[in-house]
């Protein structure tokens, strides 16, 4: 009874992040600075190393890096409870890990939204209700939103 509720919001959003991640095939010759809009102080607010995530691809070398490490992690956190209903320890904080490390690595423009992503994603681990009220897509919106603008 309790799977058919987790199952349904799962698939939807499993659906949801693959639709939105074919499209991050490569990168696109100017358009990861695009989105890069905002004040210049921003970087000098973030306390751990901005210059890491400063420039167009945050801590990643390239945008086809940064678009299939951000794709996958955004895809993986939508997974997450169904690590944890199967019994994944190990698998699931092995993920906790990784998302954390790629929210460190995305570009400024994207760093707020990212954490906000796998905050919820790692919330839903032990509230189903975060994929069934819509919060875990509401998330994953402007994450999908970056990606379909940068990640061509």
């Known amino acids: 009874m309790t799977s ?6 799962l698939a939807a959003t ?3 992040a693959a639709l939105a991640l074919t499209g991050c095939s ?3 010759a100017g358009s990861a600075t695009s989105s890069a809009t905002g004040s210049s102080t921003a970087s000098a ?4 190393s901005p210059s890491k995530t400063s420039g167009p691809f945050g801590g990643f070398t390239s945008a086809a890096e940064a678009c299939s490490k951000i794709s996958e992690q955004a895809t993986g956190a939508t997974l997450l409870p169904l690590s944890a209903a199967q019994g994944k320890t190990a698998e699931l904080e092995q993920f906790k890990t990784e998302l954390a490390e790629t929210a460190e690595r995305v570009p400024d423009s994207l760093k707020a939204d990212f954490a906000n992503l796998k905050e919820v994603a ?3 681990v032990t ?3 975060v994929f069934s009220s819509g919060k875990l897509q509401a998330a994953m919106a402007p994450v999908t939103t970056w990606i379909a ?3 061509k």
Not at 4 to 9: S, T
Not at 45 to 48: D, I, K, L
């Open 122 to 124: 790692v919330a839903g």
């Open 149 to 151: 603008t940068n990640c």
């Open 14 to 16: 499993a659906v949801l």
């Open 127 to 129: 509230d189903q209700t």
């Open 45 to 48: 607010s973030a306390a751990p």
């Open 4 to 9: 058919k509720n987790i199952a349904r919001p």
């Open 26 to 28: 490569g990168p696109q």
